[in-house]
Antibody, heavy 119, light 110 residues
Framework: DVQLVESGGGFLKPAESLRLSCAAS????????LTWVRQAPGKRLEWVAR??????????NYAAPVKGRFIVSRDDSKNMLYLEMNSLRSEDTAVYYC???????????WGQGTMVTVS | QTVVTQEPSLSVSPGGTVTLTCALS?????????PSWYQRAPGQAPRRLIY???IRASGVTDRFTGSILGDKAALTITGAQEDDESDYYC??????????FGGGTKLTVL
């Protein structure tokens, strides 16, 4: 079974940094695109960042609110996805989900999420 | 700013049929937006139900059907069951690697 488990969330102050991790299993990790999505309290889901597989260049893309502050990366040898979050703001407070996909087939599998609170 | 709109809440009787819709503020929704639908039960991770407008994800019952109705994407649930009671989200592909999500529909089965 496909499994995605996020970790690394916590309570931080504005301007601090944090790295989220997503451990994957049950599929060929290196073949897939991976995406981070977040949901702030009382708000809708928001696409955050995407990284392609290495065969397609491993390119990254970011939503405007996080561009220049967040970095998505992957370690295919460890089946791990990361989101490095810098210069955190209160509006980054959200549950962060990792998911497989992000192309036209949308987001196939999701983790349970990890909470980040910036205050 | 472009917004994706869903019904905030709907209810359906057990065994009944309900249609959830997904509208785009700036345009009619068509297959070119690759509409997808997700179910999120309380305390669970979101689960993809439908992608590319009408393709059911693996393991999804044929009680769930995606379509375009008029200028909106639609998710129709037939033969509603108690465990269909969930939040449902649509998402539209708005450009290179950008997905916009609707606000979600809370479906009650009663």
């Amino acid at each position: 079974d496909v499994q995605l488990v996020e970790s690394g969330g916590g309570f931080l102050k504005p301007a601090e940094s944090l790295r989220l991790s997503c451990a994957a299993s049950g599929f060929t990790f290196s073949n897939v695109w991976l995406t981070w999505v977040r949901q702030a309290p009382g708000k809708r889901l928001e696409w955050v960042a995407r990284i392609k597989n290495k065969a397609e260049g491993g390119t990254t893309n970011y939503a405007a609110p996080v561009k220049g502050r967040f970095i998505v990366s992957r370690d295919d040898s460890k089946n791990m996805l990361y989101l490095e979050m810098n210069s955190l703001r209160s509006e980054d407070t959200a549950v962060y989900y990792c998911a497989t996909g992000g192309g036209y087939d949308a987001l196939a599998a999701w983790g349970q999420g990890t909470m980040v609170t910036v205050s | 700013q472009t917004v994706v709109t869903q019904e905030p809440s709907l209810s359906v009787s057990p065994g009944g049929t309900v249609t959830l819709t997904c509208a785009l503020s700036s345009d009619s929704v068509s297959a070119t937006y690759y509409p997808s639908w997700y179910q999120r039960a309380p305390g669970q991770a979101p689960r993809r139900l439908i992608y590319r407008t009408n393709i059911r994800a693996s393991g999804v019952t044929d009680r769930f059907t995606g379509s375009i109705l008029g200028d909106k994407a639609a998710l129709t649930i037939t033969g509603a069951q108690e465990d269909d009671e969930s939040d449902y989200y649509c998402a539209l592909h708005m450009g290179p690697d950008l997905w916009l999500f609707g606000g979600g529909t809370k479906l009650t089965v009663l």
